[in-house]
Every structure is written in C-alpha cells, then in structure tokens.
C-alpha cells in the first residue's frame, strides 16, 4: 500500500481564524454600497482579536466586493458579528446585494477544526 501523501513540513503559524466573504453589488448602488462597507472595516480593524479586515473590489469583476477577515481565534469572529457596526451594516446589506453571497470560513495553524457561525441567508 502507498504512503498518504503529504504536504510536507508545515512552518510555524500564528493560529488564526480567517473569514472570506464574497458579495455581489447592484452596480447602480456600487458607490454607497462601498462607502459603508469601507465603514464596516475601519470601524472591524480596531475590534479587540480582530488581526486584520479589508474590503476590496475583485480585480475581474469591479461589482463583486471580497472581504478578508483575520481574527486570532474563533471567538473574536463571534464578538464581531454582535457588534452594533456589523448589525448596521447587515440591516442595510440586503439594499445593495445582487446575487448570491458566498462565505468560506477556515482557521490557520493551531489544532485544526471545522466551525460555522453566524452565516444565514439574506433571501
């Protein structure tokens, strides 16, 4: 029988918990719709375990905006989603989405485990 594959040695990590989320903007509400979601992530960057939060146009297609959330571990993630900032930006979310949203969440380093929070549908 044939050994499992490997990825080979795997370096240091600082243990992370990483959200990306994708989401598809009415281009006719594009300009508002970036305005606040560039509120939400300056208001997310001084949130206390959150290591970093950007909020980015896709290179393809300038109408889907991507979110990249780095937290130091999964309970920093929760505490975001209770914030006042985030539940503003939820209320209002649903005013510029066109489409579906997509959400991937996974944790860096550390003892690897799978965890879901906090995602629901906008429909």
């Given at each position: 029988m044939a050994a499992e594959p490997t990825l080979g040695p795997r370096p240091?990590?600082?243990?992370?918990?990483?959200?990306l989320t994708s989401v598809p903007v009415d281009p006719e509400r594009r300009t508002e719709a970036l305005e606040l979601m560039d509120e939400l992530a300056e208001?997310?960057?001084?949130?206390?375990?959150?290591?970093a939060y950007h909020a980015t146009a896709d290179l393809s297609d300038p109408n889907v905006v991507?979110?990249?959330?780095?937290?130091?571990?999964?309970?920093?993630?929760?505490?975001?989603?209770?914030?006042?900032?985030?539940?503003?930006?939820?209320?209002?979310?649903?005013?510029f989405v066109d489409g579906e949203m997509e959400t991937t969440q996974f944790q860096v380093g550390g003892d690897v485990h799978t965890h879901t929070f906090g995602v629901e549908s906008l429909d």
């Open positions: 240091s990590v600082q243990p992370m918990y990483v959200v208001q997310s960057r001084a949130e206390p375990g959150t290591l991507r979110f990249v959330e780095r937290y130091e571990d999964v309970e920093a993630a929760e505490a975001h989603i209770e914030t006042e900032h985030y539940e503003r930006f939820t209320d209002r979310l649903p005013e």
